[in-house]
């Protein structure tokens, strides 16, 4: 069985960020950031046309560990996803500084301050953030 894609959403409730591994899950890439309400759309026209085996959501919580007031947005996307792909596999993945670490990324690499205003941007470099996160975690695992 070949083994797909990693893809990551880091869903906020109106927009929502994506970002996504290379085909050998080496590299995690910025790849969209779409309104929520047609995320599951958009989900189905990606994996119809990539092959995705693994969905990781970023896991809303605050700095004491305790779920955030998305994760009630969060777990139901999870149960519908696995509904909807019972072959991919769905994780959550601990996103409780990927905004700071977007902004610092933004800084560090000299993006203007108009640019780092751009909230699609920085969902879309949370979501790759949470990726490469998760992509590290289970290569120390691996």
């Known amino acids: 069985m070949a083994v797909g894609r990693i893809l990551a959403i880091d869903y906020g409730t109106k927009r929502t960020g994506i970002a996504v591994s290379d085909p050998l899950r080496i590299i995690a890439g910025a790849l969209e950031t779409v309104e929520t309400k047609g995320l599951e759309r958009w989900l189905a026209e990606y994996f119809a046309r990539e092959e995705v085996s693994t969905i990781v959501l970023g896991k809303p919580s605050r ?10 947005f969060v777990e139901p996307l999870a149960a519908r996803l696995r509904r909807a792909w019972p072959d991919k596999e769905v994780v959550f993945y601990d996103e409780r500084f990927t905004s700071v670490l977007a902004h610092r990324a933004m800084l560090e690499s000299g993006i203007g301050r108009m640019a780092r205003r751009d909230r699609a941007l920085v969902d879309r470099i949370s979501a790759t953030i949470i990726l490469q996160g998760y992509m590290d975690s289970i290569a120390l695992r691996g």
């Open 63 to 72: 700095m004491d560990g305790t779920p955030s007031d998305t994760w009630r």
